[in-house]
């Protein structure tokens, strides 16, 4: 009797695994106008309105280490995680839900101290914590978010609306938050063994923020309504500048152009990759983290989105044929790749 086969997660690659086990899932409820497949679920509410909602969970030792994560910046991150998931469906947050798996290794005390970093976060975003759940946990501390949010149901942006010619926009800068954990994982490394430890962090001061405490672009999907544009098609970037602007082109079925010397990067990504022999442009590109929110209007949208200041064009979409692509300089294509599922 021969076995059955054996699968390894790595081979179907992360949004794979996602396909497979939900494949058989069909919507059976008229309310439910999105389910997987995009930064957060689509549920009808009523009167024109949607609520939108996402669920995230960080696990010590995967997501984040606590030998220099500290817990009010981890509580901070988690709602922003969540958070950004519901921006990214150009959607208005506000609400989350915290739920805990805790390991008998920390006390009460560290538990204020993440609470106080989830409060800081929902103060600053105006957003309620209304309930959630606590576990023991017998692998480390875990960390699950769940957000809510609420948009009128033709301001929602999914994946899949990106049209031909369609301008690619992202806001702030990429690969900081990556090159952030590469600079406290090398003190980790160095300082291992050293009595009373002093990191090395002067001159990086933003890129350990940007990876500690990244903060959630409320503040561009507020302007975008002001400017009156609702994006053709938004994600989140938490998984590199590659693979999201894949899950992009594989959700509206299309191509895209991303030109290399457009790409935003700040003066510190750069600074610490060339002292770490590491590329900046791969940070941006397969790092994640960022939390920013890479998004596509139409060409006509340009001048609006200029104005707004913060966002920096740096492709266009192409038909599905063309595949998408990164544009170096002397015109030459590099064909994007997701780096996808990961074990650490």
Do not use: W
Request: include cysteine; glycine fraction near 10%.
């Amino acid at each position: 009797m021969s076995e059955k086969k054996r699968t390894e997660i790595s081979e179907l690659g992360e949004f794979g695994l996602i396909d497979r086990l939900t494949s058989k899932f069909a919507t059976k409820q008229n309310s439910t106008l999105r389910g997987v497949g995009d930064d957060a679920a689509v549920v009808d509410a009523g009167n024109g309105e949607v609520l939108v909602i996402s669920t995230d969970t960080l696990l010590e030792g995967v997501d984040f280490d606590l030998t220099y994560f500290p817990l009010k910046h981890l509580g901070y991150k988690a709602v922003t995680i969540g958070v950004s998931d519901i921006l990214a469906m150009n959607a208005r947050p506000e609400q989350i839900m915290l739920s805990l798996g805790v390991s008998s290794k920390l006390p009460v005390e560290a538990l204020d101290d993440l609470y106080e970093g989830v409060h800081f976060a929902c103060e600053e975003l105006g957003i309620d914590l209304v309930g959630g759940d606590t576990s023991a946990s017998m692998t480390g501390l875990v960390v699950g978010v769940t957000a809510i949010g609420r948009a009128k149901r033709e301001s929602v942006a999914y994946r899949s609306g990106a049209q031909l010619n369609d301008l690619i926009c992202i806001t702030g800068n990429l690969g900081a938050a990556y090159m952030g954990l590469h600079l406290l994982e090398r003190e980790k490394r160095v300082l291992r063994d050293v009595a009373n430890p002093e990191p090395q962090f002067e001159g990086y001061e933003y890129l350990l923020e940007k990876y500690l405490k990244p903060r959630a672009r409320k503040d561009v999907v507020e302007q975008l309504a002001e400017e009156g544009i609702v994006p053709t098609a938004m994600i989140d970037l938490s998984d590199g500048l590659a693979s999201d602007m894949l899950q992009i082109c594989r959700a509206s079925k299309c191509g895209a152009r991303i030109y290399l010397e457009r790409i935003p990067i700040a003066k510190q990504t750069s600074a610490l990759a060339e002292e770490m022999h590491a590329d900046p442009v791969v940070a941006a590109l397969n790092g994640g983290e960022d939390h920013e929110l890479l998004f596509t209007v139409p060409l006509a949208m340009q001048e609006k989105v200029m104005r707004m200041g913060g966002i920096d064009v740096i492709g266009h979409i192409t038909a599905e044929s063309t595949g998408a692509a990164l544009v170096t300089p002397d015109g030459s294509d590099i064909r994007l790749k997701a780096q996808g599922f990961k074990e650490d």
